[in-house]
């Protein structure tokens, strides 16, 4: 199985903040790494696909970049209604695998 | 409007049986595969399973493969888990999801609680 590595597991930002997120994947996946967002209590939500496109909808400070093993997630100015947990997921192989995820907490 | 409404989660002791449904709605069911997620309490999400979109394979994580069978009802637009031999770290909120290539619509979960 493709073991997606994600760092930080946590971090505590502010609002305002350039946050980056990284994920790592054991072996070549292309592009084929998602990113989500997800808040307590809800779905996961889509938020960039194939590496770094923008699903409708997503505001555009959220970005995404990478391929083969190595991917970020960009914030490029943290909002208050993003401090979630982001998760990376390949869509190369199966099983789809998810990465642990990534708390981003208030400062 | 596209919708998945999950159904069916519920306390069940280990070594029982559960079926969870996934309504889904606002789009062409049959020309999408569909996923089973989970989380366990405070932990990350776990693929489970998937259907193509007319049924015609699927595959299971190995956490729960010859346990639980997945299967979907093109005409009533419906996606089933059926859950078999239940353990304890079973316990989770499932979700369905909808495969476009990455996963764009997602159910709100059910809870599936195994205990004695």
């Given at each position: 199985?493709?073991?997606?590595?994600?760092?930080?597991?946590?971090?505590?930002?502010?609002?305002?903040?350039?946050?980056?997120?990284?994920?790592?994947a054991?072996?070549?996946?292309?592009?084929?790494?998602?990113?989500?967002?997800?808040?307590?209590?809800?779905?996961?939500?889509?938020?960039?696909?194939?590496?770094?496109?923008?699903?409708?909808?997503?505001?555009?400070?959220?970005?995404?970049?990478?391929?083969?093993?190595?991917?970020?997630?960009?914030?490029?100015?943290?909002?208050?209604?993003?401090?979630?947990?982001?998760?990376?997921?390949q869509?190369?192989?199966?099983?789809?695998?998810?990465?642990?995820g990534?708390?981003?907490?208030?400062? | 409007?596209?919708?998945?409404?999950?159904?069916?989660?519920?306390?069940?002791?280990?070594?029982?049986?559960?079926?969870?449904?996934?309504?889904?709605?606002?789009?062409?069911?049959?020309?999408?595969?569909?996923?089973?997620?989970?989380?366990?309490?405070?932990?990350?999400?776990?693929?489970?399973?998937?259907?193509?979109?007319d049924?015609?394979?699927?595959?299971?994580?190995?956490?729960?493969?010859?346990?639980?069978?997945?299967?979907?009802?093109?005409?009533?637009n419906?996606?089933?888990?059926?859950?078999n031999?239940?353990?304890?770290?079973?316990?989770?909120?499932?979700?369905?999801?909808?495969?476009?290539?990455?996963?764009?619509?997602?159910?709100?979960?059910?809870?599936?609680?195994?205990?004695?």
């Amino acid at each position: 199985d493709i073991q997606m590595t994600q760092s930080p597991s946590s971090m505590s930002a502010s609002v305002g903040d350039r946050v980056t997120i990284t994920c790592r994947a054991s072996q070549s996946i292309r592009n084929s790494l998602n990113w989500y967002q997800q808040k307590p209590g809800e779905a996961p939500k889509l938020l960039i696909f194939d590496a770094s496109t923008l699903q409708s909808g997503v505001p555009s400070r959220f970005s995404g970049s990478g391929s083969e093993t190595d991917f970020t997630l960009t914030i490029s100015s943290l909002q208050p209604e993003d401090f979630a947990t982001y998760y990376c997921q390949q869509t190369d192989y199966t099983p789809r695998t998810f990465g642990q995820g990534t708390k981003v907490e208030i400062k | 409007q596209v919708h998945l409404v999950e159904s069916g989660g519920g306390v069940v002791q280990p070594g029982r049986s559960l079926r969870l449904s996934c309504a889904a709605s606002g789009f062409t069911f049959r020309n999408f595969g569909i996923h089973w997620v989970r989380q366990a309490p405070d932990k990350g999400l776990e693929w489970v399973a998937v259907i193509w979109y007319d049924g015609s394979s699927t595959h299971y994580a190995d956490s729960v493969k010859g346990r639980f069978t997945i299967s979907r009802d093109n005409s009533k637009n419906t996606l089933y888990l059926q859950m078999n031999s239940l353990r304890v770290e079973d316990t989770a909120v499932y979700y369905c999801a909808r495969d476009n290539g990455a996963w764009d619509y997602w159910g709100q979960g059910t809870l599936v609680t195994v205990s004695s």
